[in-house]
């Protein structure tokens, strides 16, 4: 409850505190909404080189500590902010506590009152102090405090991560299938950028061109094939890739399905013993860890032995991913097994599989509930025993329908960072989407580039 004190009710040695203690977020938060984004306060590297050889907080963040008692506390609601003087006296380092006191220093006409304003750390060393001008309410204030929506900062640290383990010292060469649009076109480039690959363009040089003049790109590090159709650049990928030429493949402007029939040839294609498929890994902000989801791209109703290919497709990936462990669940709509779901009964035979070693290199169980297979609290209700649920790291998804739905649905409505590769072939396939940011393009080139061998 908020509760002020008027200018009647104020007396010269009246006083407030409130204590805070200094955060990461509390510094990223104050960067963002004032976009003050001195290196001092968020670049660590910077800030040893710096006199106070650390980060430090912006020195306004503890202004507005000030600013908060005087709003809420005293004289409180109805106050009018009309100056402020600070002297910073010593840095505020995260962890550090903070109180901060304002004491009525002098009552003026006109409702005008002076307090003194100082802040001192958990060793009550001062590290400001000031004073405060306000207009102290004349009305009596008592009501609730207004709820506040919550914030969550997504610092994508994941990506960073993904991108550490990747050598960008050696780009790879990376057949580029007819990227007659701004966001394949952006996607090559942005990759090269990036340090993942050299990127050969195939298609009408001259279209090319002139879509790179449009978007304001610069090809010069790009290598070239002629190709007059989409198909016959598809043609021309499929061939540089088995010969060595090229060590990915990266789709343009060509449907999925035009180069994945290329790409899935028996004869003249890039097919391994082991069954293709695709795999997203969405880094998820509201869940602790990234997450692998297959298959939502190549296979549409995949056979429960294309479903152990899929599943070890993806097991080898988080592998490639430095994951500790992967955990897979192999996602159905029932909690416990049910012969009418499909889903149901495959699920239980691939755990079958894993028992007897025909999956390796991760836990594996299922049938679970999405709910299960990321919630703690329900998966310790439902399978108290599972190594897998509450905290999977790779999702089996029933089919193309549903995991492509998942996707889409944790991209833009939880506001998840993804990135797609194509596994199980000769080379990883680059899938794009006109719908993908900056972020993912240069993601999933990043995950083709981790699965080439150096």
């Known amino acids: 409850m908020l509760e002020n004190r008027t200018y009647d009710e104020l007396n010269v040695g009246d006083s407030a505190s409130l204590t805070r203690t200094l955060t990461k977020d509390d510094i990223d938060a104050f960067a963002i909404l ?30 507005t500590l000030i600013s908060t008692l005087l709003g809420t506390k005293l004289p409180g609601p109805g106050t009018i902010y009309v100056g402020q003087s600070l002297r910073f006296m010593r840095p505020v380092n995260l962890g550090d506590i903070l109180t901060v006191t304002v004491t009525v220093k002098e009552k003026k006409p006109k409702n005008m009152v002076t ?45 960073e991560q993904l991108m550490s383990l ?98 899935l040839r028996h004869a003249g294609g890039l097919r391994t013993p082991r069954r293709m498929s695709h795999a997203y890994v969405a880094d998820v902000p509201t869940y602790s860890q990234p997450l692998i989801i297959t298959d939502a791209e190549v296979n549409v109703r995949p056979t429960l032995e294309d479903k152990r290919d899929i599943v070890q497709n993806a097991i080898d990936l988080a592998k490639r991913l430095k994951f500790e462990t992967p955990r897979v669940a192999v996602l159905s709509a029932a909690e416990h097994f049910n012969s009418n779901l499909e889903s149901s009964t495959d699920a239980a035979v691939l755990c079958k599989m894993h028992e007897r070693q025909q999956i390796t290199g991760g836990d594996l169980d ?79 080139a990043a995950l083709a580039r981790l699965l080439v061998k150096a």
């Open 166 to 263: 990747v050598d960008k010292t050696q780009p790879v060469r990376c057949a580029v299938v007819y990227p007659e649009e701004p966001h394949t076109l952006m996607a090559a480039v942005e990759s090269a950028r990036a340090g993942l690959i050299v990127p050969v363009l195939i298609g009408s040089r001259e279209r090319i061109s002139a879509v790179a003049s449009e978007a304001d790109l610069d090809l010069s590090g790009c290598e070239w094939r002629d190709a007059d159709t989409p198909v016959l650049a598809a043609h021309a990928a499929v061939e540089m890739a088995r010969a060595n030429e090229a060590s990915a493949i990266m789709q343009g402007s060509i449907p999925v399905h035009t180069l994945l029939h290329l790409v």
């Open 115 to 159: 307090l003194t304003c100082e802040s001192t750390n958990q060793q009550g060393k001062v590290v400001i102090t000031g004073e405060a001008e306000i207009m102290a309410p004349t009305t009596k204030v008592r009501r609730p405090q207004a709820a506040l929506p919550q914030m969550r900062l997504d610092r994508l640290e994941r990506f």
């Open 34 to 63: 004032s976009g003050d984004v001195n290196p001092a306060h968020l670049d660590e590297a910077y800030a040893r080189e710096t006199p106070f050889q650390k980060v430090i907080a912006h020195g306004m963040w503890g202004g």
């Open 366 to 444: 299922g049938p679970m509930t999405l709910t299960a297979a990321i919630k703690p609290e329900v998966a310790k209700r439902i399978y108290p025993e599972s190594s897998v649920a509450g905290r999977a790291n790779i999702l089996m998804v029933p089919n193309l329908e549903a995991a492509n739905m998942l996707v889409r649905q944790l991209a833009h409505l939880s506001h998840a960072e993804i990135a797609g590769i194509v596994l199980g072939c000769k080379v990883p396939v680059i899938l794009s989407n006109p719908t993908d940011g900056a972020r993912t393009r240069v993601a999933s």
